[in-house]
């Protein structure tokens, strides 16, 4: 089985102050495409998962600027660079290659 | 707007069977990949397979291949996730999600339908 293995599985931060997600996969996801399939999601609590990011980098409609994502083959990151109140929830990355997708066990996030 | 709404919450015997859905709206059903993820109690999300609806192509995590049946009805809009024989362990919610066409990610989700198997 591939895994993913997300760093750290919880972390509280001040509203405003910066949060970094790191996820690192068993095998590279760069496929032969060209394309590197690492996503991001947030579940809020009582909520479905919503993307945040696909494609390593690229932020889904309607998702603040505030959330980035960066990496390649094995090692990716999640940035949030000012912290809000709203941001609280859980957060996964997920990795999909030849119709086979894991997900990291999630990062939960909580406000100070 | 697309749209994935899904059956409604259910409470199983151990043993019974099972068929849940989750339909598509606001955009060509037929087109775009279905995964079915699990997400049992305080845990986290687990891929369990993934249908195309335009040829009723799926395939299944290994961790879920034999365990379930995933189908589809192009003509309603719908997609399927059934079992044979429910176990407690089977105890959880179960989203639908709809893949993106640009990519391998899941852009939209139904609302999750929980399941309950208890006697």
Redesign the interface.
């Known amino acids: 089985d591939f895994v993913m293995t997300q760093t750290p599985l919880s972390l509280s931060v001040t509203p405003g102050q910066p949060a970094s997600i790191s996820c690192r996969s068993s095998r590279s996801l760069l496929h032969s495409d060209g394309k590197t399939y690492l996503h991001w999601y947030v579940q809020r609590p009582g909520q479905s998962p919503q993307l945040l990011i696909f494609e390593v980098s690229n932020r889904f409609s309607g998702v603040p600027d505030r959330f980035s994502g960066s990496g390649s083959g094995t090692d990716f990151t999640l940035k949030i660079s000012r912290v809000e109140a709203e941001d609280v929830g859980i957060y996964y990355c997920m990795e999909s290659l030849q119709l086979q997708y894991s997900f990291g066990q999630g990062t939960k996030l909580e406000i100070k | 707007e697309v749209q994935l709404v899904q059956s409604g919450a259910e409470v199983i015997q151990p043993g019974e069977s099972l068929k849940i859905f989750c339909q598509g709206s606001g955009y060509i059903f037929a087109r775009y990949?279905i995964?079915w993820?699990r997400q049992m109690p305080g845990k986290?999300?687990?891929?369990m397979g993934?249908i195309y609806p335009g040829d009723s192509d799926a395939?299944y995590?290994?961790s879920f291949q034999g365990q379930v049946t995933i189908s589809v009805d192009k003509s309603s809009n719908a997609a399927y996730l059934q079992w044979s024989g429910l176990k407690a362990s089977d105890t959880a919610m179960y989203?639908c999600?709809r893949q993106?066409d640009?990519?391998?990610?899941?852009?939209?989700?139904?609302?999750?339908t929980l399941v309950t198997v208890s006697s």
């Open positions: 990949w995964a993820v986290g999300l687990e891929w993934i395939r995590s290994p989203y999600a993106a640009t990519g391998y990610d899941f852009d939209h989700w139904g609302q999750g």
